[in-house]
């Protein structure tokens, strides 16, 4: 479990492996606008969701059984059932039962209150309106689409998505208001990431009328959990030909459209086959280490009175033994009944039935007796300094922040007294302790190390594109760019500010800047490490200015040049990088990939320029000494025969249902081989304000804390002394090893 360099590791990595191969025979088909039929045969989940825990019909008993897992409460229920017998009754029989029902009702109350919430958001949630398509309804656009309440949608419908609207169910996109079928989603409500994601609509459905894919068929995996992953195949009306779709391609519920006017879709999970119900686990009942340890307390508690009260019932047999002829006149005793009297004239016994049966009765009033070793009050007092502690934590100066006028929330006041007894804390890097805004720092190209502070500054002169993020550049660099061309060096470094501009998945957004002869840049993407590399790419003079499907324009010094875009194998954390087939202006084809290092020289030649592969290697040693994210770019030029065969080869892999993942992994393999080394980059991502010190905090108190990331050893090491999670005065351990007994054999 790590991040790993590259931002969207994880998730490229489960785009790419999906957590179930399927075959067609166990594939979901979906008619297109025709959700009847669709669910003919095998009827699919309705859209409405629930994730209220109680019913009407369900409230009582559950809820009694969730809080009778306190044993205490199981204990005070057998004492006042107890005092409920005659032979038994020590106490008034509606006092014993009181305290317990008081305790249970004011839990019930507040359960029921947070269940109620549950309800009116389900209620509210599920009677949302959305825009679906109508059969019949006119020909104009406008009128095709009519209100339907969210629970009403169902798989196969069309539906219509307004910006900043968030879709009723998961839906394949058919078109978007951009006229290549680009649409941006944000997935805060998924997975916590801020930053927007692209999703395209296929070029085949973008250009063909809502009325003509009345017959088309999706045939998709079944609903599974997995948020970052989809397979599925498009077979249009009238074709025989498979159009894959991918996670690229679906828009999941839960998620915000963004920057995009509309998006139209058709549903193919609902309900609670969505990924983000499936997701969702239901709300959980629980149960601080306090309240665990005192259900151990209660039963310690118990065994001890269990005794106690034998004691007294063997001793009390004793003396019944020892004076079973004087009970009628034994003083503190009543045996006979001086009150009642039978045929023969003789007084009936008072409630005795034998020695053996009042020792049982003595046992048992024993226990009502000594009932306080496990007091009820303790209970309540419990769940009354829960509400003060909740009502201070809320209130407290110290934890508000200022910066998003936030404060704390308590959220579940069965647990604030595990705040002060965490022992360790577990967090990841990229995102928690730094910011997640990467800043493109320096490069290594062909051999040559830039990583000079004192040569950088901002742009100069008048670019006519701005990216949004301002970048310093290194003026060696962007002399050699401009006037180098004739050189190697030169041809070099602009191969790989090329490589940068178009081995990546970022979509541009171009905006008005202050100044009308100058555009702005707003590259938006899922990788923050992309969006830096892109935006240092226009700094020096090859900007990213249009994105479509099927190619790309770069703004090559004051020249736009069209790229086609062939192929790309995007990012997961098995290869460790990506790769993109363009096609370039001067008809050639080539082939840029970049990655981690521990997976890009192991596809670099180096008996191609093996100076450069040591120069490299050195400096991105150094790069991550001081903490810089790192990556390698490479790029090889292909020839007509490779790039066919390699476009025969992932035609096939893309649309396959059955080990679809397997098989592309495989084409990547073989086309990412025999590399040219360009060089590398170094990119840095800042502490968040505070950081250090509320490390070292958590350190004073005692509490260990552990950070997870997947950047290179020297960098996490460089990382680990910024943040004050190591210090000088620590023993460093480094263990390096797959196995456990290769850790003991390293020692």
Known sequence: MAEDNHGSSQNMSAMSMSHKELGDEDARAVRVGDA????????????????????PLTFLPRNLFEQFHRLAYVYFLAIAVLNQLPQLAVFGRGASVMPLAFVLTVTAVKDAYEDWRRHRSDRAENNRLAAVLSPGEGESAQFDFAPAKWKHVRVGDVVRVEANESPPADMVLLATSD???????????????????????????????????AGAVIRCERPNRNIYGFQANLELPGETRRIPLGPSNIVLRGCDLKNTAWAVGVVVYAGRETKAMLNNAGTPTKRSRLETHMNRETLFLSVILIVLCSVVATLSGVWLRAHQTDLELAQFFHKKDYLKTDKDDDNKNYNYYGIAAQIVFNFLMAVIVFQIMIPISLYISME????????????????????????????????????????SIFSDKTG???????????ASIDGVDYSDITRQQPVDGEPAWVPKVPVNVDR??????????????????????????????????????????????????????EQALVSAAAAYGFALVERTSGHIVIDVLGQKQRFDVLGLHEFDSDRKRMSVIIGCPDKTVKLFVKGADSSMFGIIDKTLNPDVVQATEKHLHSYSSVGLRTLVIGV??????????????????STALLGRGNQLRSVAANIERNMRLLGASGIEDKLQEGVPEAIEKLRQAGIKVWVLTGDKQETAISIGYSCKLLTREMTQIVINSNSRVMSKESR
Not at 432 to 442: A, D, H, I, P, S
Not at 487 to 498: A, I, P, S, V
Not at 503 to 517: A, E, F, R, S
């Open 432 to 442: 928690t302790l730094t910011q997640n805004k990467m800043e493109f720092r320096c």
């Open 636 to 653: 090889r030029e292909l020839s007509q025969a490779e790039f066919q065969e390699w476009q025969m080869a992932y035609e096939k892999a």
């Open 476 to 529: 060696e660099v962007v002399e050699m760019v401009r006037n180098g061309g004739d050189t190697e060096q030169g041809r070099n470094t602009r191969e790989f500010f090329l490589a940068l501009a178009t081995c990546n998945t970022i979509v541009p957004l171009i905006m008005d800047g202050p100044d009308p002869k100058k555009k702005v840049i707003d590259y938006q993407g899922e990788s923050p490490d």
């Open 179 to 213: 006229a290549t079928g680009v649409a941006y989603v944000q997935t805060l409500n998924l997975d916590g990431e801020s930053n927007l994601k692209t999703r395209y609509a296929k070029q085949e459905t973008l250009t063909t009328p809502l009325d003509r894919l």
């Open 384 to 423: 009354l300094v829960r509400l003060g502690q909740a009502y201070f934590m809320i209130r407290d100066a110290k934890l508000y922040d200022e910066s998003s006028d936030s404060r704390f929330q308590c959220r579940a006041l069965n647990i604030n007294e595990d705040l002060g007894q965490v022992k």
């Open 36 to 55: 009847a039929r669709t669910n003919e045969r095998l009827e699919f989940a309705g859209n409405a969701v629930r994730t209220a825990k109680y019913s």
